[in-house]
C-alpha cells in the first residue's frame, strides 16, 4: 500500500546552480554537465543520473528497481544553468584548463559554453584562506554590506538567465578553523556581528547567510563552518531553506566509511588507522597552512570514532589510533594518491594488517556529488523540506545532524536514509526488511 504522498512542485523551468568558489572542483563539475548534455560523456558516480532503487517486494527481475528519476521529479540536466563567485577573473574553461583535472581535447569541445560562464566578484578575506590572493573581490565596509551585494548579484543573475529555482553549492577553498561561538548562537547575534565585522564570521558563512535568507537551497562541500551554526540552521527553518554539510565524502574518507562499518560488523578489532595522502592542486596549496589543516582534520578524525563506537565496544576499539595527514606535493596536480595502513585484531587477538593504496582523482570523486546535493536539495525544496537535510549525510564527510543527535557516517545506514527519504517523498512504501510484504 502506498504511502500518504507528500506534495511536490513539480521541476519546471531553469534550474540555476551557484556556485561559491570556482576551482577545481566546481570546472570539473560544470564540464562534465555539459559533456554529459552533448552526449560525449557519462554522469558516473551520480545517483540522481544513474542511481538505481528499490521500490517495493524483492522480486528477482530488475521490474522493481527503477532509476532513482523515476521514482522522484528530479530536475532535468537539460535545463540547468550555472553561475558563481572568484577571486580570480579567469572564466570557467580557463580555470577548468588551470586545474588540469579534465582532457584538454574534451575541455576545447567544450569551449564556446564553457567560455561564458564568467565568475562574479567574490567576497574573499586573506585573513581566512592565507595561501591565496585575488583581485576579483567586493569592496564593502560592513559584513552585512556585503551580503546585500551577494544578494543583488543572485537577483541579476536569476533574472538575465530567466530561472525559476536556485541552489548554491559551496565549492571555496577551506577557511581557516572557526569554532561555534556567541555570535554564532542567533539570528540577531548573527546580523549583528554581520554589521560589526565579527571576526568569527569568515566569507562562506557571508555565502551562506545570503542564500538561506533568500530561500535559497545552500550545500557547503568544504570543512569549515560555513551553514553549521546555530543562527543559520534557524534562519534556513524560518525561510524554509533545506541546508546541507559539510565537506565532500571522496578519497580516503569514503574508503574509511566503506570499510570501518563492514570490519565493526564482523567484530574484528581496530588498533591503529593510519591514513597519509600527497596531492598538488591548489586545495592542498591551501591545506598546506597548519589553521586551514586544523578544519580539515577536524572534519576527518571525527569518522571512524562514531561508526566503531569505542565506549560501547572497549574490548575492540577503546585503543583506537587514528592519524591524518595531507602532504601538499605539486608533481601530483588532482591526481591524489592515498595511503592507508590498519591494524586490526582477530580470533584471539591475533594480529593481521590492511593496506589501501587509492590512485584517486579528488575533483573526478567530487563532482558528481556536487551535481546530487544541488539536485536533491531543490527536490528538497520543492517537497516543502526545510532545515538540515540529514539524509543526504551520505555525500558529506562531516554530516551535519539535527541538535541533540550526533552524525551518522555508516556509508550503508546513510544510503538506508537517503533511499527511504526518496521513498517518503514519492510516496512509496519504507523499506524496513518486516512484514509479509517483503518476506522473502
Ligand atoms: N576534491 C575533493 O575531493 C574535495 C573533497 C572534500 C572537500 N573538498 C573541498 O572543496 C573545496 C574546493 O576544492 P577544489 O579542489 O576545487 O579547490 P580549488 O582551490 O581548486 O578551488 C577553490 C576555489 O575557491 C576560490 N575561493 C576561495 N575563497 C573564495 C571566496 N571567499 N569566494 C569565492 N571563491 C573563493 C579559489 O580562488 C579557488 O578558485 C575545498 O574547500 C576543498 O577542501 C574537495
Avoid at 26 to 41: E, L, M
Avoid at 81 to 105: C, K, S
Amino acid at each position: 500500500m502506498a504511502e500518504k504522498k507528500l506534495k511536490v512542485e513539480k521541476p519546471t523551468g531553469k534550474l540555476g546552480i551557484l556556485l561559491p568558489g570556482m576551482g577545481a572542483v566546481a570546472t570539473t563539475f560544470i564540464a562534465g554537465v555539459h559533456a554529459v548534455n552533448k552526449k560525449i560523456s557519462t554522469p558516473i558516480g551520480s545517483l540522481t543520473q544513474m542511481g538505481r532503487m528499490r521500490i517495493g517486494r524483492r522480486d528477482k527481475d530488475i521490474v522493481n528497481k527503477p532509476l532513482i528519476s523515476d521514482v522522484v521529479p528530479l530536475q532535468n540536466l537539460k535545463n540547468v544553468v550555472f553561475g558563481g563567485w572568484d577571486i580570480y577573473e579567469d572564466n570557467v574553461y580557463e580555470a577548468a584548463m588551470n586545474a588540469e583535472v579534465l582532457d584538454q581535447n574534451l575541455l576545447k569541445k567544450l569551449k564556446p559554453s564553457l567560455s561564458k560562464i564568467k565568475p562574479m566578484k567574490a567576497v574573499f578575506d586573506k585573513n581566512y584562506v592565507k595561501k591565496l590572493d585575488g583581485k576579483h573581490v567586493k569592496r564593502g565596509k560592513t559584513k552585512m554590506k556585503l551580503a546585500e551585494a551577494l544578494m543583488r548579484d543572485i537577483r541579476q543573475f536569476k533574472k538575465e538567465n530567466n530561472c525559476d529555482r536556485l541552489v548554491m553549492v559551496w565549492c571555496g577553498s577551506t577557511e581557516i578553523y572557526i569554532k561555534e561561538s556567541a555570535v554564532h548562537r542567533t539570528i540577531k547575534s548573527f546580523e549583528k556581528g554581520l554589521e560589526e565585522n565579527h571576526i568569527d564570521i569568515p566569507p562562506s558563512m557571508i555565502y551562506a547567510y545570503g542564500a538561506i535568507k533568500m530561500g535559497i537551497p545552500y550545500a557547503n562541500g568544504a570543512p569549515n563552518l560555513s551553514c553549521d551554526v546555530p543562527a543559520l540552521v534557524k534562519l534556513a527553518k524560518e525561510t524554509g531553506t533545506p541546508i546541507a554539510g559539510k565537506d565532500f565524502k571522496t578519497g580516503q574518507t569514503l574508503m574509511k566509511t566503506i570499510l570501518a562499518p563492514g570490519l565493526k560488523a564482523r567484530a574484528l578489532g581496530i588498533e591503529g588507522w593510519f591514513s597519509t595522502n600527497i596531492l598538488g592542486n591548489r586545495d592542498g596549496e591551501v591545506l598546506d597552512d597548519p589553521d586551514n589543516f586544523k578544519t580539515k582534520e577536524v572534519s576527518k578524525l571525527g569518522v571512524l570514532e562514531q561508526i566503531l563506537e569505542p565506549d560501547v565496544h572497549p574490548e575492540l576499539y577503546k585503543d583506537l589510533y587514528h592519524k591524518v595527514r595531507i602532504n601538499y606535493y605539486p608533481p601530483r596536480g588532482d591526481a591524489k594518491e592515498g595511503w592507508d595502513n590498519i591494524d586490526i585484531r582477530g580470533w584471539l587477538n591475533y594480529p593481521m594488517q590492511i593496506k589501501i593504496d587509492f590512485l584517486c582523482r579528488d575533483s573526478i570523486l567530487a563532482a558528481p556529488i556536487v551535481l546530487d546535493l544541488a539536485i536533491f536539495l531543490d527536490l528538497a525544496k520543492r517537497s516543502g523540506m526545510h532545515g538540515i537535510q540529514e539524509w543526504l549525510g551520505f555525500y558529506l564527510k562531516s554530516p551535519q545532524a539535527l541538535p541533540g543527535l550526533h552524525p551518522e557516517h555508516d556509508i550503508f545506514k546513510q544510503l538506508e536514509k537517503l533511499e527511504n527519504t526518496l521513498r517518503y517523498i514519492a510516496g512509496e512504501k519504507l523499506i524496513d526488511h518486516l512484514g509479509q510484504d517483503y518476506e522473502s
